[in-house]
């Protein structure tokens, strides 16, 4: 009996029931550090649980690590529950991170080991909203429909008002009549069963449905849900119903409306931020003292081994080959975990950055909009459309720097991936001309070659959207038989006489470098900067 296992666990789950989460995270790590090694199901436990916490505090990529971080645990006699809740936890992160193929991908794998019919029908619908959040709802319909039909779904009300809602959904964005029949049904169910969660989003739905028709009744519904969110402590769904408020007011209720979703987002972003940094420096916390205290055993085996040598000076050979022994079993332990140790490190120095870019980048737009707010006539439409245009301009912020630190998917989908990537630097001007004859065969190049390539790319266009002032860029592609090459080339304002590389060029360079290749840049003033990029394959 793990007894440090079960006292930590303890303790975790009841700071989870009284959602202290920091607390709860700490003991789940804490009783997850205790475990031996073949005390599988409950290190795949405390994983899920420290995953789900984080989720529920809105840390969706540190919640994905979590839960993959449990998956090489996995064997044939681990509990198909634990697999199933894994995977539907992961898929949930990626459809909160709008990564829908990834999503839709670890529903299907939670799918494979549901036990039962409802717990299906459940993830099937998970799956139905991604759908719906890829906008094919021909999709989203095809999945729905049948399982409004099914006895384990009509029989669970919470669950059968969910799937209506859903699906009335799809069809109003499919511009499809029965949209409302079903928004209502549903609404009706939640409300007799006082699901003040699900009515929230009933509310939500009539809301958009009435946007453009009846004016009056959105706003009426967008009210009813932003109540409804507040009293359950949905800051999501608050913001959704603000924005919609928003969208069909003017005046003074504009105004006040607006530096409440202001104030409501900022609060949003500055309690995730926090919540992140903590679980980063938990886990990295945690994971240097164990190695510390490893360190200390192997530093004070090694004493004891050395004054065995002066009292047993008849044992003297035996003595050496044992430190000899010891050496090599440290040295190999030193060598394994020290990138498991750096890899931790740079965990935590990425969320530092992350928090440093929300505020250069989105602290300033937030303080204009309030200035914007509180000082300017918002009926005219004038002043409206800078407003509208403000939020969109901070939403996109926020969404900007998600993605530009998501996971990148290695695998078949690298290519697609790493061009959609590319892609999205295009702009009214600046026009991005990708150069490929498909020559290259991505599925052969090692996944850190891969990700060095996303990151070099992705600091290039970034540099360029900050500092080129270029009209367009062109990157190519090109393989021959012991070497990729890249060439990137535009034609904005280059570098001065001494070409100093900013911050995030020269993390590029150190990049390539990594994997014994090359970068190397040439410009001059007003002639546009090239780089070129080579390593082996």
């Known amino acids: 009996m793990n007894t440090a296992y079960n006292n930590y666990l303890e303790l975790a789950e009841k700071h989870f029931n009284k959602h202290v989460y920091d607390s709860a995270f700490y003991y789940y790590n804490k009783a997850r550090l205790e475990c031996e090694t073949n005390e599988r199901e409950k290190i795949i436990y405390a994983y899920l649980k420290m995953a789900i916490t984080q989720q529920i505090q809105g840390d969706y990529s540190g919640s994905e690590t979590s839960a993959t971080e449990a998956i090489p645990f996995f064997e044939e006699k681990t509990s198909a529950t634990y697999k199933c809740a894994v995977y539907n936890n992961i898929g949930i992160n990626y459809e909160r991170l709008n990564e829908y193929n990834d999503a839709i991908y670890n529903y299907n794998q939670a799918v494979k080991f549901a036990e039962i019919g409802l717990q299906k029908d459940i993830l099937n619908n998970n799956i139905a909203v991604v759908y719906i959040g890829k906008a094919n709802y021909k999709k989203a319909i095809n999945i729905l429909y049948p399982l409004t039909l099914k006895k384990d779904i009509t029989e669970n009300s919470e669950n059968y008002a969910r799937i209506l809602d859903n699906l009335g959904y799809a069809y109003y964005k499919s511009g499809n009549i029965k949209a409302l029949e079903y928004i209502n049904q549903s609404k009706l169910i939640r409300q007799k069963i006082n699901d003040d969660f699900g009515i929230t989003t009933s509310y939500l739905h009539l809301s958009e449905l009435y946007f453009k028709n009846n004016p009056k009744l959105a706003n009426e519904y967008a009210d009813l849900a932003?109540?409804?969110?507040?009293?359950?402590?949905?800051?999501?769904?608050?913001?959704?119903?603000?924005?919609?408020?928003?969208?069909?007011?003017?005046?003074?209720?504009?105004?006040?409306?607006?530096?409440?979703?202001?104030?409501?987002?900022?609060?949003?972003?500055?309690?995730?931020?926090?919540?992140?940094?903590?679980?980063?420096?938990?886990?990295?916390?945690?994971?240097?003292?164990?190695?510390?205290?490893?360190?200390?055993?192997?530093?004070?085996?090694?004493?004891?081994?050395?004054?065995?040598?002066?009292?047993?000076?008849?044992?003297?050979?035996?003595?050496?080959?044992?430190?000899?022994?010891?050496?090599?079993?440290?040295?190999?332990?030193?060598?394994?975990?020290?990138?498991?140790?750096?890899?931790?490190?740079?965990?935590?120095?990425?969320?530092?950055?992350?928090?440093?870019?929300?505020?250069?980048?989105?602290?300033?737009?937030?303080?204009?909009?309030?200035?914007?707010?509180?000082?300017?006539?918002?009926?005219?439409?004038?002043?409206?459309?800078?407003?509208?245009?403000?939020?969109?301009?901070?939403?996109?912020?926020?969404?900007?720097?998600?993605?530009?630190?998501?996971?990148?998917?290695?695998?078949?989908?690298?290519?697609?991936?790493?061009?959609?990537?590319?892609?999205?630097?295009?702009?009214?001007?600046?026009?991005?001309?990708?150069?490929?004859?498909?020559?290259?065969?991505?599925?052969?190049?090692?996944?850190?070659?891969?990700?060095?390539?996303?990151?070099?790319?992705?600091?290039?266009?970034v540099n360029m959207k900050k500092h080129s002032q270029c009209s367009f860029v062109v990157i190519g592609f090109e393989e021959n038989d012991k070497q990729i090459q890249i060439s990137y080339s535009d034609n904005g304002v280059g570098f001065g006489e001494k070409m100093n590389l900013r911050n995030g060029l020269k993390n590029a360079e150190n990049r390539i470098q990594s994997i014994k290749g090359t970068l190397t840049f040439e410009s001059e003033p007003n002639k546009g900067l090239k780089a070129k990029i080579s390593f082996p394959k």
């Open 226 to 461: 932003y109540q409804k969110a507040t009293k359950v402590s949905n800051a999501n769904d608050q913001l959704i119903a603000l924005k919609l408020l928003i969208e069909n007011s003017n005046g003074e209720k504009l105004k006040k409306t607006t530096l409440l979703f202001l104030k409501i987002n900022d609060s949003i972003t500055k309690a995730r931020q926090k919540a992140k940094n903590q679980f980063a420096k938990i886990k990295y916390d945690s994971k240097k003292d164990r190695e510390e205290n490893l360190h200390l055993k192997a530093q004070k085996a090694e004493n004891a081994l050395q004054l065995e040598k002066a009292k047993n000076r008849n044992l003297t050979l035996y003595i050496v080959v044992g430190f000899v022994l010891g050496s090599l079993l440290f040295l190999y332990y030193y060598l394994t975990t020290k990138g498991k140790r750096e890899k931790t490190a740079a965990i935590y120095e990425s969320e530092t950055r992350i928090s440093k870019k929300l505020h250069d980048e989105l602290a300033n737009e937030v303080y204009h909009t309030i200035v914007l707010a509180e000082t300017k006539d918002l009926s005219t439409d004038e002043n409206k459309e800078i407003l509208l245009s403000n939020l969109d301009t901070i939403y996109s912020g926020t969404r900007n720097i998600s993605r530009q630190n998501s996971t990148i998917d290695t695998g078949e989908n690298f290519e697609s991936e790493l061009k959609d990537m590319l892609s999205s630097y295009n702009g009214s001007n600046v026009n991005v001309i990708i150069k490929d004859n498909n020559d290259i065969n991505w599925s052969k190049i090692e996944s850190e070659k891969k990700i060095a390539t996303y990151r070099v790319l992705q600091e290039l266009l």
